[in-house]
């Protein structure tokens, strides 16, 4: 069992290209499961039943001692890994039938993205220098970070993962490495242009004195590339600032598709922005749009009601 699925997980990474995060959700969700297959007395991928995937299922709906209860979109994605898994398993083989076949994942309800107004945007990301100090390196820092952020739509992992030689500030652009290292080239909006320019003259040279930062555009201050972790603590700092609630890592990014799309743009031009395989995903953005019209129209119009 264990077997398959370190095959599996090799296959992922290696011809699928995976992204390093989603390879560690899944071999989470894959070990969860082939505990559970052990407590029920499989030993071999061949042996699964479809009652043993369903039961799996259950189990991580309803919970034990040692997990709690997952909801429809954790679940679902675990749901995800075990039919991959087993559709790999017969493909290759090791197999006769996959069981998983007709088990499917809860549909998990449906969240809109959570956007900030740009007056809300702009009180963020003049908190941002404020939160370390306004003529600090790790100030100038913070304000390139979230600027480039709000201005590009780049996700918190593509703005830590940029090296210095990915921008052409001249010309406003950068580029990144998407999910499963599929690369596309971003604009850069002026604001964030000047703050990351000044950035790179002001403070990056005294944070590279501090290590061995090699090419990382930004850095910690201890001179090593920032981690997503320390680009989320930027941004928590700053939302306290500016007063601003249950703003997340991908707050800056669903305000920049929302805004786009307030705006005027099309839709498959955000998505090719955003990096998003199918246009389906960024259509989700649409609904804030209308939610946005529909809650104006409530509010303004004199016989919206009655």
């Not at 197999?95 to 009180?123: M, N, Q, Y």
């Amino acid at each position: 069992m264990e077997s398959a699925v370190g095959t599996y997980l090799g296959h992922l990474a290696v011809e699928r290209g995976l992204a390093a995060n989603t390879l560690s959700s899944y071999r989470r969700d894959l070990r969860r499961y082939v505990a559970v297959l052990h407590a029920r007395g499989r030993r071999s991928i061949a042996d699964v039943a479809e009652d043993d995937v369903r039961a799996f299922l259950m189990g991580l709906r309803e919970g034990d001692p040692d997990h709690p209860p997952l909801a429809a979109g954790s679940a679902a994605r675990a749901v995800v890994a075990v039919r991959g898994l087993h559709r790999f398993a017969l493909r290759e083989g090791l197999a006769g039938d996959d069981p998983s076949r007709d088990v499917r994942p809860p549909t998990p309800p449906r969240r809109l993205p959570k956007a900030i107004s740009i007056e809300e945007v702009e009180r963020l990301l003049g908190a941002a220098s404020a939160a370390a100090g306004d003529d600090t390196a790790r100030g100038l820092r913070d304000k390139a970070l979230l600027e480039l952020l709000y201005g590009s739509g780049a996700r918190i992992s593509e703005a830590v993962g940029l090296d210095v030689d990915d921008l052409d500030l001249a010309d406003g652009f950068a580029r990144v490495a998407g999910k499963g290292g599929k690369a596309r080239v971003i604009p850069i909006g002026g604001y964030a242009r000047r703050a990351v320019d000044d950035y790179l003259v002001r403070a990056r040279p005294e944070l590279a004195r501090a290590g061995r930062g090699g090419p990382a555009l930004f850095l910690n201050a201890r001179g090593g590339r920032l981690s997503r972790q320390g680009a989320w603590m930027v941004l928590r700092a700053a939302a306290e600032r500016a007063g601003l609630s249950d703003v997340s890592p991908h707050t800056l990014r669903h305000s920049f598709a929302t805004h786009l799309l307030d705006g005027g743009a099309d839709v498959r031009v955000v998505q090719e922005l955003l990096g998003h395989a199918s246009v389906t995903t960024t259509q989700v953005y649409t609904l804030v749009t209308v939610q946005l019209l529909r809650e104006v129209y409530a509010t303004s119009h004199p016989r919206a009601r009655g």
